[in-house]
């Protein structure tokens, strides 16, 4: 998920975003790193005047199934309406080079039409990632290699039907193969075949949050249905995503608390690379992605997001997640997971963030770009 700055007409907003823990005056250091990151259009505001107001970021990289690498991040902000929106539209370009070769280009882009009446929002993903495969629900001890080749896409358009309500449609595709497969192995690779599968999607979203990708304040509760064919298997199955977060800015106390909960149900002919899966930089932090992966999918994470000085940040965290072949059989067996990690603004609502994750298995480290939530 990407973050991008906002832009409001009350001074409010603003100030939500310059409180910090320590109210220190700003150096020479930090007054000279504002001006290095400035040349890369980092700056902390977006200047609607100035029309497209674009960065381009260097960027290190690490998760634990990917490795540590390298990449550049691309933010673009930019005004489709005259009116005073509480968050201009934008575009976004990430990409990563690893240690074990996987690569990959993402992008994210979100318009807003007519003082937000209207929202267009596409997302698109090619990548060559190294993966592992541990059987459904993460059965087995036994670790299969992987490479997955994967392009995916979906676009959504979303009107306002009443205060903060949106109604969407949409199309997405994706085709994921999976390739270089370990060959000795305990585990039953046969699920591990390509897919490719194009669908439509039906949305409702309740949105009132003050920035849709890093927000501070506000609601965001919705039901996204999926109507998927499947070519590789000539058949249509469907999913089902049911999301509810929540975000609150103390007054009296600095930082944000954030919190979860969401669910992804698949029918029972969904090929296994479309299956839900828990884990990962968003999803349950501190468990391997590709380790748990089933037809269901529930979990749920709070966090509390504390501006320290300057740029920097940290945040701490906790979650619960399950996965199951059918929904009677969610939280048969519960991960919990819990962490901490620092953020680093590198523009208005843009954080590279470092989080370390533990669960039943240990603890795993991720830097990445935006967050989590």
């Not at 001006?35 to 497209?52: P, R, V, W």
């Not at 849709?212 to 039901?223: E, P, Q, S």
């Not at 249905?225 to 009296?252: A, G």
């Amino acid at each position: 998920m990407s973050m991008f700055t906002s832009f409001s007409a009350s001074s409010t907003e603003h100030q939500l975003a310059e409180n910090t823990l320590f109210n220190w005056s700003e150096n020479i250091v930090t007054e000279s790193l504002d001006g290095i990151l400035n040349t890369f259009g980092a700056s902390k505001t977006y200047e609607k005047d100035q029309g497209l107001n674009s960065s381009i970021i260097p960027t290190a990289y690490y998760t634990p199934e990917k490795g540590l690498g390298i990449g550049a991040l691309y933010v673009g902000l930019y005004n489709l309406s005259d009116a005073a929106l509480s968050q201009p539209s934008s575009i976004s370009l990430n990409s990563y080079y690893s240690e074990n070769n996987s690569y990959g280009v993402s992008l994210k882009n979100k318009n807003f039409f007519e003082s937000d009446s209207n929202r267009l929002f596409i997302n698109a993903n090619i990548a060559n990632d190294a993966s592992y495969f541990y059987g459904l629900s993460g059965q087995s001890d036994n670790v299969t290699n992987y490479t997955a080749e994967q392009f995916s896409a979906d676009v959504i358009w979303l009107q306002k039907t009443s205060s903060h309500l949106y109604i969407g449609y949409g199309v997405k595709g994706a085709s994921i193969s999976p390739t270089d497969i370990e060959k000795n192995t305990l585990n039953n690779t046969d699920i591990l075949v390509k897919d490719n599968s194009i669908g439509g999607s039906i949305k409702i979203d309740y949105d009132s949050r003050d920035n849709v990708d890093n927000a501070f304040k506000g609601i965001n509760i919705g039901l996204q249905f999926n109507q998927m064919y499947s070519y590789s298997q000539s058949e249509t199955y469907e999913q089902y995503q049911l999301y509810y977060s929540q975000y609150h800015h103390f007054k009296d106390i600095v930082g944000t608390l954030a919190w979860q909960v969401k669910g992804e149900f698949n029918s029972d002919d969904t090929p296994f690379v479309q299956l839900a899966n828990l884990g990962g930089d968003d999803k349950l932090r501190g468990y391997l992605e590709g380790k748990h992966v089933n037809n269901q999918m529930v979990f749920s994470q709070v966090e509390y997001r504390v501006p320290i000085y300057w740029r920097v940040g940290m945040v701490f965290w906790t979650g619960a997640g399950s996965v199951a072949n059918d929904v009677s059989g969610l939280f048969a067996e519960t991960l919990v997971s819990y962490g901490t990690g620092f953020r680093f603004n590198v523009k208005d609502r843009v954080n590279i963030r470092a989080d370390i994750g533990f669960g039943d298995d240990g603890a795993e480290f991720y830097l990445n770009i935006n967050e989590a939530f």
